[in-house]
């Protein structure tokens, strides 16, 4: 199946979702990717448990970067996906559509070097917070711990992440903040097409809205979108208080 227009097929599925279907194209996928592998096609079909209900599509905000390809997040109502939706259930993930089909990007190194190689553009024409909220999405959340990007030193000294409106706010330890804070750095990408490109920037990283780890990546592209990454941790509690939120 070849897809002409993955951005209006992507509006499409998520018009279908918003009136309470499952698009047949990503529940396919779904089952074929989550459904096991025990017997044939039509003996799971039967026997599967599972229940591959997608309840909403979000896009990914990639600032009109990804033209022949689409990026967008994807909630189940079974535990198929990555993250867990805390209270209420359910998981998340992160999905790409391109002229060859679905692709699911978590942990999927080679897709999502797939899906750069695909639009065949400079990575410097990707805004660099762009390219680091997918780096650290894809390839940087382990189920519910997860990332947040950090623009500036000052970001990090006023934190308010998600959940700022319940359980009180952050408090930077500012011992911590004040030993790394020369370390800090916004989210820069540099290079070229003849030599690759280094991207650079900080997050937090933790549990939920507990993210105290704070970190400093590097991520090589090679001219062939190849990627390698690696990492500091600069502080391993970087907040005196984050807020006081249970599930």
């Known amino acids: 199946m070849s897809i002409s227009n993955p951005r209006q097929t992507v509006k499409d599925m998520t018009a279908q979702v918003e009136k309470g279907q499952t698009p047949a194209l990503l529940e396919q996928f779904l089952r074929e990717t989550f459904g096991g592998s025990v017997g044939g096609w039509f003996s799971r079909w039967l026997s599967d448990p599972r229940t591959y209900e997608v309840c909403r599509i979000t896009p990914f905000e990639d600032g009109g970067f990804f033209r022949r390809s689409c990026v967008f997040e994807v909630f189940a109502r079974d535990h198929l996906l990555e993250g867990t ?18 692709h699911y990007l978590n942990h999927r190194r080679e897709d999502v070097e797939k899906l750069l190689r695909g639009e065949e553009r400079a990575l ?8 680091a909220s997918l780096v650290v999405e894809a390839l940087g959340r382990e189920r519910n711990h997860s990332h947040a990007l ?32 020369a370390r800090i750095v916004g989210p820069s990408l540099s290079g070229d097409t003849g030599s690759g490109w280094l991207l650079e920037f900080c997050t937090v990283f933790g549990w939920m809205h507990e993210k105290q780890k704070l970190i400093r990546h590097r991520c090589r592209f090679a001219p062939d979108f190849r990627i390698e990454c690696d990492k ?3 502080s391993n509690k970087i907040f005196k208080r984050t807020p006081g939120v249970r599930y």
């Open 124 to 131: 410097n024409e990707c805004a660099a917070t762009v390219l």
């Open 150 to 181: 950090l623009e500036s030193p000052d970001q990090l000294a006023n934190f308010k992440g998600e959940l700022q409106e319940f359980g009180g706010g952050y408090k930077v330890n500012v011992r911590e903040f004040d030993r790394v804070r």
């Open 232 to 234: 500091d941790v600069l």
């Open 85 to 102: 939706v805390l209270p209420s259930g359910g998981t998340f993930g992160l999905f790409s559509l391109d002229a060859d089909g679905l």
